[in-house]
């Protein structure tokens, strides 16, 4: 057969004479294989398939043999090779049926006890290697039901070898092999270090949640600290986001396996203690979840740093409003606003502010999922997930409380139960969900609580939202600041004369914004500071909700005539202090309500003059957080 390849060298030409094949082939052949790279066989296929056609005419089947005798039956089945050739300076030629595969060059390379690159592939198909099998390991293959390699029961018409199950096993091992090397940890208490470390990075800066995302060649891991997310770390390989989904799982104690096949959440309570001693307990709430390219993790960090009405950064004159209205011995205080808006926060500073009022001598019971601030001054009971809130509220209410804190309501059963205490003598503390005050008494109408209960009931109304503090280090002059305060005059405070004399007559306009640096994670974020809006039930009020008043012209009689702060407000007042940006406002800037009291005309700080007030809301980055022992609380557990 003339099977030559084009590549045709003359003998004599050959640069190297050691790479003469052992076995003597017929001296007017080409010598097989003396040019044919792993590479040039892979790309072309065909060349390589003439070169086997040679081989069969030239191979001694006793060659073949003693050749087998270096490669165990096995290791040549199993990664479908056979040795073909042994060169003089130890290396050889073996035919494979997946040369390209490094699992292959591994496992012959290491049977035949010499380094990798010492083992050259030649393609071989797959009939082809069977015949060279048969040939090369006669007693194997002529009688194999008696090997007893498979008492499972191949019977002598079934292959020998189960070809899907072989290739996932390659493609197991590739995977598990290709990472190994990549990744420096062992299992257990080594896999969970990674995890750790990674936690430890987040709290050093003060982030809510670490997002592990798995891509289709690569992944990364992304923070969010102030509300702003941000890379920690990208391109990471593939294989290495594997194990950091089980370094993940591991860590909130659930099983890695059964995330890649549905939803699965845990919470976990850490300690971190630095070196200096500093201890603080957080609260992992662990996610994991199948996606399209493998497990995304996303795990929240309650850290539960608490602070009060001015911390917070509500104004004074609300932090002195919030005050009075905890002074009714019962009826409803609802703090509503939208998710990761600081509610809880909000809701522990006023049961802390009760606790003091009257000096722990009343029972404050609270319910919760989670309990985000303990206390052990106070009955502070945990609800389960999923479980009916209502029945628990309930049966609290038998517990001879005075103040009643239910942590949040979303249903009507759960509504008419905290209803049901404020008329029953206690007063009731508790978050909703709803966007501003006005929304509040549409969302309770909703909810089966009628208008009578709301205005005999309802005491305050406290409505609030996060807002990202500019960056000290990164801020700058905003370059639209002229039209800002055109806006701020003309659409928000018209009625303002005095508000649009001072912004008019102030050359160096106090709006900012910020671009990013180190300092801020590029995020041009440093903290963030809550705005809210009030709203005192008054018995004006009272009436309204009884005659059905819609929320928003509420909201408009308690502007007018109680002086209240709206949202917009809020948010105006502290763009012209120069610690927010225009943007992360411009939605509460136009809404409909916004309009401030004309009486009042002392409210504003003169704009400029607070621009670079400390911020209320940041901490500085504890890089000590680093070296922090990290001490496990409860077991994780399936939540
Ligand atoms: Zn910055």
């Known amino acids: 057969m003339n099977g030559a390849p084009s590549t045709t060298i003359p003998l004599e030409e050959q640069p190297d004479s050691a790479q003469a094949p052992l076995v003597e082939s017929d001296s007017t052949q080409t010598p097989l294989f003396e040019n044919a790279s792993k590479a040039e066989i892979s790309d072309d296929v065909e060349i390589a398939i003439a070169q086997l056609t040679v081989v069969r005419d030239v191979y001694d089947d006793d060659v073949l043999r003693e050749l087998a005798t270096l490669l165990p039956y096995d290791v040549a089945k199993d990664n479908h ?30 049977a035949l006890k010499v380094p990798v690159a010492s083992v050259y592939p030649r393609f071989l198909n797959q009939t082809r290697f069977f015949k060279l099998l048969e040939v090369a390991y006669p007693q194997s293959m002529a009688y194999p039901e008696t090997t007893h390699r498979d008492p499972s029961g191949h019977s002598e018409h079934q292959e020998t070898v189960n070809w899907t199950k072989f290739e996932s096993d390659v493609e197991a091992k590739l995977s598990r092999e290709a990472s190994e090397p990549e990744l420096e940890i062992g299992t257990g208490t080594g896999l969970r270090s990674i995890a750790e470390q990674i936690v430890k990075a987040a709290i050093a800066k003060r982030a809510s949640d670490i997002h592990v995302v798995p891509q289709l060649t690569s992944g990364y891991i992304k923070f969010r600290t102030d509300g702003a997310m941000y890379p920690y770390c990208v391109n990471i390989p593939r294989s290495r986001m594997e194990n950091l989904a089980n370094a993940f799982c591991d860590m909130a104690g659930v099983n890695g396996y059964e995330v890649s096949q549905r939803p699965i959440g845990a919470e976990i309570n ?33 850290t539960s740093v608490f602070r009060d009405f001015e911390q917070i950064g509500l104004e004074e004159t609300q932090g002195i409003q919030i005050e009075n209205s905890l002074r009714h011995r019962c009826g409803c205080v609802l703090v509503t606003g939208p998710t990761g808006s600081g509610k809880s926060n909000t809701l522990e500073a006023m049961l802390r502010a009760l606790d003091v009022m009257h000096g722990g001598r009343v029972n404050l019971i609270q319910v919760g999922n989670p309990i985000e601030f303990p206390n052990e001054h106070r009955e502070q009971l945990t609800l389960k997930t999923g479980g009916d ?35 029953a003598g206690h007063l009731t503390l508790t978050t909703v969900h709803t966007n501003n005050v006005a929304q509040t008494f549409s ?20 409505s609030q939202q996060l807002i990202p503090l500019l960056c000290l280090r990164c801020k700058s002059p905003d370059p639209r600041r002229h039209q800002i305060a055109e806006h701020l005059i003309e659409v928000v405070f018209p009625n303002r004369q005095d508000l649009k004399a001072a912004i008019s007559n102030v050359n160096d306009l106090p709006f900012f914004h910020a671009t990013g640096c180190s300092y801020c994670n590029n995020t041009g974020v440093k903290g963030r500071t809550c705005i809210g809006e009030l709203l005192t039930v008054t018995p004006e009020i009272s009436r309204m909700l009884r005659t059905g008043v819609d929320g928003e012209d509420i909201v408009k009689h308690a502007i007018k005539y109680d002086g209240m702060i709206t949202l917009a407000e809020a948010a105006a007042r502290k763009l012209c202090r120069g610690l927010i940006s225009y943007d992360s406002v411009f939605d509460l800037l136009i809404s409909p309500v916004t309009v401030a009291p004309e009486e009042q005309t002392c409210a504003w700080e003169a704009p400029g003059e607070s621009a670079n007030q400390p911020f209320i809301d940041v901490e500085p980055i504890d890089e000590e957080i680093i070296d922090a022992e990290i001490e496990y609380t409860t077991e994780a557990a399936a939540a």
Do not use: Y
């Open 81 to 110: 090779s056979v040795v073909l050739e042994k060169q003089k300076d130890g290396t050889f030629f073996v035919g494979m049926c997946f040369p390209e595969s490094f699992i292959t060059h591994r496992a012959v390379a290491r």
């Open 443 to 462: 969302r309770l109408d909703g909810l089966g609580i009628d208008r009578d209960k709301q205005a005999a009931l309802l005491k305050l109304i406290v």
């Open 389 to 423: 809130w209502a029945e628990t509220f309930e049966s609290t209410l038998r517990m001879d409380p005075d103040i009643f804190s239910p942590g949040e309501f979303r249903k009507a059963a759960e509504a008419a139960v905290v209803f049901t205490a404020a008329a």
């Open 270 to 302: 850490i300690n971190t203690k630095t070196p200096s001693g500093k201890k603080e307990r957080h609260t992992l709430r662990f996610q994991g979840m199948p996606s399209l390219h493998g497990r995304v993790i996303v795990i929240r960090i309650n």
